[in-house]
C-alpha cells in the first residue's frame, strides 16, 4: 500500500498505476521508490509525450497530419495555430493546448500532436498575436517568450482558446464539444477559461495556478489538476480551490506529485525521477479524464 497524505475529508481509492481522490487533494508519496524505472531515457515512451529535448524528434517522425491555421478572435486579434488530426474514421471531440509562459514551442507542437495519437482533434494556439510560425524548431527565446505573454490581456487570451476551439470544433470530421489542457501560465489560463467558458467539457491544469473563490462560482466543467509537490509557488493555490470547489459542489481533482518540480512534464528527466514519476501518472490520468467527459 502507498503512503498518501490528503484532506481530512477526503475518501481515497488505492489502485497500482494511480491514486484517485474523491472530493478532495490527493499527495502521491511513491515518487522516489519510482525513481530508477522513471530515470529511463524521456524518448523511450511513446505513450507519452516526449519531454523538451525529444520534441522535434518526435514531431518529424508523427504519421499524423499537423499543419498552420490562422484564426481571427473575437477581440480582433489575428492568431496562428497548430493543429493535428487523428487517424481515425469517425468524428473526434476537440482539445485546445496551451502553450507556456514561454509561448509557442516545438514542445507544445509535440504535446499536441501525442493528443491527436489519442483520438482528438488538437489545436495549440499562439496567444502572442502576430507569432512567427516556428521553422523546425522554437523561434522565440525563452526570455523573449517570458515577455512577450506577460504583456498579454487575460480577456485577449481567452479569446483566443474560444477561437481555436470554435475553428476546431467547426471542421466536418469534429464534434461540438471541447476540453481544454494548458501548462504552467497555459495551466492558470486552462482554469480559467473553465470560469468563463459554460460550454467546456472539461478542463486540465498542469502546474498552474487557481481562480480565486469568488470566480470559482462560474464553473461548470470538472477540472484535474496536476501539480508538483516541490512547487510550492502553485501548490499553495490549491488547497482553497479545492476547498471552494467541494463546497460548491462543483468537480475538481487535483493530484500532487511528490518530488516533482514545476514543468515536469516538459522536464520529464529532472529531480532524480520523480519528474518522470509524476508523468507516468499525470499523462495518462489526462487521457482518462477527457474519456471520462469528452469521449473517445
Given at each position: 500500500?502507498?503512503?498518501?497524505?490528503?484532506?481530512?475529508?477526503?475518501?481515497?481509492?488505492?489502485?497500482?498505476?494511480?491514486?484517485?481522490?474523491?472530493?478532495?487533494?490527493?499527495?502521491?508519496?511513491?515518487?522516489?521508490?519510482?525513481?530508477?524505472?522513471?530515470?529511463?531515457?524521456?524518448?523511450?515512451?511513446?505513450?507519452?509525450?516526449?519531454?523538451?529535448?525529444?520534441?522535434?524528434?518526435?514531431?518529424?517522425?508523427?504519421?499524423?497530419?499537423?499543419?498552420?491555421?490562422?484564426?481571427?478572435?473575437?477581440?480582433?486579434?489575428?492568431?496562428?495555430?497548430?493543429?493535428?488530426?487523428?487517424?481515425?474514421?469517425?468524428?473526434?471531440?476537440?482539445?485546445?493546448?496551451?502553450h507556456e509562459i514561454f509561448g509557442m514551442s516545438t514542445w507544445i507542437r509535440a504535446v499536441t500532436d501525442q493528443?491527436?495519437?489519442?483520438?482528438?482533434?488538437?489545436?495549440?494556439?499562439?496567444?502572442?498575436?502576430?507569432?512567427?510560425?516556428?521553422?523546425?524548431?522554437?523561434?522565440?527565446?525563452?526570455?523573449?517568450?517570458?515577455?512577450?505573454?506577460?504583456?498579454?490581456?487575460?480577456?485577449?487570451?481567452?479569446?483566443?482558446?474560444?477561437?481555436?476551439?470554435?475553428?476546431?470544433?467547426?471542421?466536418?470530421?469534429?464534434?461540438?464539444?471541447?476540453?481544454?489542457?494548458?501548462?504552467?501560465?497555459?495551466?492558470?489560463?486552462?482554469?480559467?477559461?473553465?470560469?468563463?467558458?459554460?460550454?467546456?467539457?472539461?478542463?486540465?491544469?498542469?502546474?498552474?495556478?487557481?481562480?480565486?473563490?469568488?470566480?470559482?462560482?462560474?464553473?461548470?466543467?470538472?477540472?484535474?489538476?496536476?501539480?508538483?509537490?516541490?512547487?510550492?509557488?502553485?501548490?499553495?493555490?490549491?488547497?482553497?480551490?479545492?476547498s471552494a470547489m467541494r463546497a460548491m459542489h462543483k468537480t475538481y481533482e487535483p493530484h500532487i506529485f511528490e518530488?516533482?518540480g514545476h514543468g515536469f512534464l516538459r522536464a520529464q528527466t529532472g529531480n532524480n525521477g520523480a519528474n518522470m514519476?509524476?508523468?507516468?501518472?499525470?499523462?495518462?490520468?489526462?487521457?482518462?479524464?477527457?474519456?471520462?467527459?469528452?469521449?473517445?
Amino acid at each position: 500500500m502507498r503512503i498518501i497524505t490528503a484532506l481530512a475529508s477526503s475518501v481515497l481509492i488505492a489502485v497500482p498505476s494511480l491514486m484517485l481522490a474523491q472530493g478532495g487533494m490527493t499527495h502521491d508519496m511513491s515518487s522516489h521508490d519510482m525513481s530508477s524505472h522513471a530515470s529511463a531515457n524521456a524518448a523511450d515512451d511513446t505513450t507519452l509525450p516526449p519531454d523538451a529535448e525529444h520534441a522535434l524528434a518526435r514531431l518529424d517522425a508523427s504519421p499524423r497530419h499537423g499543419q498552420w491555421v490562422m484564426l481571427k478572435t473575437s477581440t480582433g486579434d489575428s492568431l496562428h495555430a497548430w493543429i493535428v488530426y487523428p487517424e481515425r474514421a469517425t468524428k473526434a471531440p476537440v482539445v485546445v493546448v496551451i502553450h507556456e509562459i514561454f509561448g509557442m514551442s516545438t514542445w507544445i507542437r509535440a504535446v499536441t500532436d501525442q493528443l491527436a495519437k489519442e483520438g482528438y482533434i488538437a489545436i495549440a494556439p499562439d496567444l502572442i498575436p502576430g507569432g512567427k510560425i516556428p521553422a523546425g524548431a522554437d523561434t522565440l527565446t525563452n526570455q523573449e517568450g517570458v515577455a512577450a505573454v506577460s504583456k498579454l490581456n487575460p480577456a485577449n487570451v481567452q479569446a483566443g482558446i474560444t477561437a481555436a476551439a470554435n475553428y476546431a470544433m467547426g471542421l466536418p470530421s469534429a464534434l461540438h464539444k471541447y476540453g481544454v489542457v494548458g501548462f504552467c501560465w497555459g495551466g492558470t489560463a486552462s482554469f480559467a477559461h473553465a470560469v468563463v467558458s459554460p460550454t467546456l467539457g472539461a478542463s486540465v491544469v498542469y502546474y498552474g495556478t487557481s481562480p480565486s473563490a469568488a470566480d470559482l462560482m462560474s464553473v461548470s466543467a470538472p477540472v484535474l489538476g496536476l501539480y508538483g509537490g516541490s512547487d510550492a509557488r502553485v501548490v499553495a493555490t490549491v488547497a482553497p480551490a479545492d476547498s471552494a470547489m467541494r463546497a460548491m459542489h462543483k468537480t475538481y481533482e487535483p493530484h500532487i506529485f511528490e518530488g516533482a518540480g514545476h514543468g515536469f512534464l516538459r522536464a520529464q528527466t529532472g529531480n532524480n525521477g520523480a519528474n518522470m514519476a509524476a508523468t507516468q501518472k499525470a499523462w495518462p490520468a489526462t487521457i482518462t479524464w477527457f474519456r471520462k467527459y469528452l469521449g473517445s
